[in-house]
Every structure is written in C-alpha cells, then in structure tokens.
C-alpha cells in the first residue's frame, strides 16, 4: 500500500519502470546464459533431464546440479551398473535379475544371471534388449556395435552423449574402454566399471581369474562368488570340482563335490525341487526334473497364466487343446470360451448368434444382444 504521504504515479511512469524491468532481467539473462556456456565435464551433462536444450546450448537441468552430478544416483555409480564387484558388481544389473548361484549354493539356473546365453558375449538373445533406446543386454552389449551408455544403447556412430564421443563398433570414444571412466555406469565388452562416482573406471573383466563382467558373464571360466566374484576356470563348470561353499556358475549344481549340468531338458532343475527351482525356456520343473512345457500334451509351464499358451488350458497339469469351438470342453475352470458353450456331446459350440444355439451357463441360457432364445433353444431375433 502507497504511503499517503507520497504522490500517486502516474501510469506512463509505471510503464517505464515496468520496461527498463524487463530490459534489465534480459540482459542478466544473456550473461547467466553465456556463463553456463562454457566447457563443463562429462559427469555434468549427464543430468536426468538432458545434456543440451534445443537451441545447443547447456540447458538447466543438464548443468551440474546434483541430480546430474557424478555422485548421483543416476551417474557412473548407477544402480544399473556394475559398479564395484565387491558389491553390487557381483550380482550384476539388478534390472535384469543377476542373482546368481549363491542365492541357492547350488546355482540358480539359466534364468538368473550368470553365464546365460549372451554370457560368452557372442550377442544379445533378448528381443526386448539390444536395440538404439532399449536396455542393455547381459554383459551391457548391445546389437549392431552399438554402445551401452547409463544402461542404454546407443545406436553404432551416434554420439555418446556429452564428451563421451562418437559409438563406433560397442566402444564410445572417449569412455568404457581401459583405464577409462565409465559411460556413466557401463563400459565396452570385456571390461566392467568399477569405483565410485568420478573416479569410478573401466577395468578388464570376464577373462581367467578376472573380476566377472556386467551382469556376472564371464568370457573365460563361470562367474563363481558373491564378493569380489571371480571368473573361475578350474571349478565350477559341469563336470569340475565345486568350488568353495560347493558353489557352481549358473546352469549347474553341486551335487557330492562335483558340478553337474542343469536347467537343460531332462537334466535335474537347478536350485532342487522348491519354489526357486528353475530350468530353461520352454522348460518346466516336473518332479525335479526340467522337461518340454507348454505344448498340447506337455507339462504346464510354471510363471505367468496358466502355463499353457494361446488357446490351450491348464487341465491336471497337463497343456490341453480345449474350450473352443469345435473342441472338447474343458474339465476346469470355464468349459468354454466366449462365444461357445458346452453341448450334450461334450464339445464346446458357437453359439449366442442369430440362428445359433443359445449359450448355456449352468442351467441358464442367453443369447447375443437383441437376440432371444426360443423354445427350441435358438436364438433368433
């Protein structure tokens, strides 16, 4: 509130004061802008929100605040890197399960890490992996030489990002190869990000008697340990001794001191009979042992739904061709599937359209929207 003291302004003397305002802030503006301009280090640029604003330059969230800091979460010690193999170096990148042997003693299974198919580094196996934007693969490889950066690929001869260079052949130029800095979490195949924050760097991984690689791989021996896990070449293998604790790599348990295959169709179900208990894919724990699964007449598979794909239903355990039209009924759950029923002759029938049999539930019988079922049981209109 104005003093009554002083005169009123005039309104052309608030316009002025009003646009010198705005001419001044501008002008600070332009000279915060340009002093953010400068050269800034590749930790720096590695924000959450961006590296550069549309225009080129640094944006604000991609200064070195400490959301883009090289002691953040998000930088090279990232959750999803393999960072230290003392820690959590050793169980791989959490985001794609690298829980290894220890878990059990006796090994985990194919499905937990380890020494999986992408292990030997011969490529990616996953198609929800690999490609320019998706996930990393296990061993932080990614498809067509493309470059893994803050456990993302980026497409051959495409920038890192920031003073990362330019991806050529799985290696940006100026991260992830030895002795250099991580690209921000992850490094070039056969090497692994170990340290912390800005000191963290690429070391060599996965050869004998080397730390393991990203996501417990090994290019030599199998990745055997939970602290300072090592790539083992002497144990640990199927058909070598266990090594220390009666561990054995992935894909193979310890059974009397000796590592023996496991996980493959009709060998024993890594990690025993329990809940852990686990196979291959397109495999399932049967009675201890993993045989073919979720194909009509085969085992249901264990994991999500009912185990049997498609149309199949899970009846006794068993993958079963039933409760569509033209097939027999099934003896659980639903008989049927919508759009069918149950008949006398134990088949399941279209029915519920115009000139069609009404739908049975029960003792109750129903026909498509507009429809009604008549005495004969034939839904007209």
């Known amino acids: 509130m104005q003093s009554p003291s002083l005169p009123p ?28 301009g400068g050269d800034s280090s590749d930790d720096d640029d590695s924000s959450a929100a961006g590296e550069a604003s549309t225009a080129g330059t640094k944006s604000t969230a991609g200064s070195s605040s400490t959301a883009g800091s090289s002691n953040s979460a ?14 959590a170096g050793d169980t791989g990148n959490p985001a794609t399960g690298g829980a290894g042997p220890a878990a059990g ?13 992408a292990g030997d580094g011969a490529g990616p196996a996953d198609p929800m992996c690999g490609t320019a934007g998706q996930a990393c693969c296990a061993g932080d490889v990614c498809n067509g030489g493309g470059c893994c950066v803050n456990n993302r690929c980026i497409a051959d001869a495409a920038s890192c990002g ?20 991580c690209c921000q979490g992850n490094c070039s195949k056969g090497f692994v990000c170990t340290g912390f924050g800005g000191g963290a760097q690429c070391e ?36 070598q001794d266990c090594c220390a604790n009666n561990q054995c790599g992935a894909g193979a348990r310890c059974v009397t001191g000796k590592c023996e295959a496991c996980g493959g169709s009709g060998e024993a179900c890594c ?32 994991g999500a739904g009912d185990g049997c794909p498609g149309a199949l239903r899970c009846e006794a355990d068993v993958c079963t061709d039933c409760g569509t039209a033209g097939k027999a009924c099934c003896t659980e759950g639903q008989a049927c599937a919508q759009g069918s029923s149950c008949n006398a002759q134990n088949m399941c029938a279209a029915c519920g359209a115009a000139n069609q049999a009404c739908c049975r539930v029960g003792n109750q019988l129903f026909c498509g929207q507009g429809l009604t079922c008549n005495n004969a049981e034939m839904c007209v209109n």
């Open 74 to 87: 998000a930088g090279d010690n990232g959750t999803g890197g393999t960072v230290n193999p003392g820690t």
């Open 271 to 302: 990690g025993g009979g329990g809940g852990g208990a686990q196979c291959g894919a397109g495999l399932g724990c049967v009675n201890n042992m993993c045989e073919a699964c979720g194909t009509a007449g085969k085992a249901c598979c264990p």
């Open 162 to 181: 920031g003073t990362r260079g330019m991806c050529a052949a799985g290696a940006c130029a100026n991260c992830g190869g030895d002795g250099d800095a």
């Open 105 to 117: 003693g006796d090994g985990t299974g194919p499905a937990a890490g380890g020494d999986g198919a």
């Open 9 to 36: 302004k005039s309104r052309h003397s608030a316009q002025r004061r009003l646009f010198y305002g705005a001419v001044l802030s501008a002008v600070v503006g332009l000279l915060a802008a340009v002093g953010c």
């Open 204 to 239: 060599a991984c996965g050869g004998a008697m080397d730390s393991c690689c990203a996501d417990r791989t090994c290019t030599t021996g199998v990745c055997i340990g939970n602290n300072n896990a090592l790539c083992q070449t002497a144990c640990g293998a199927p058909t």
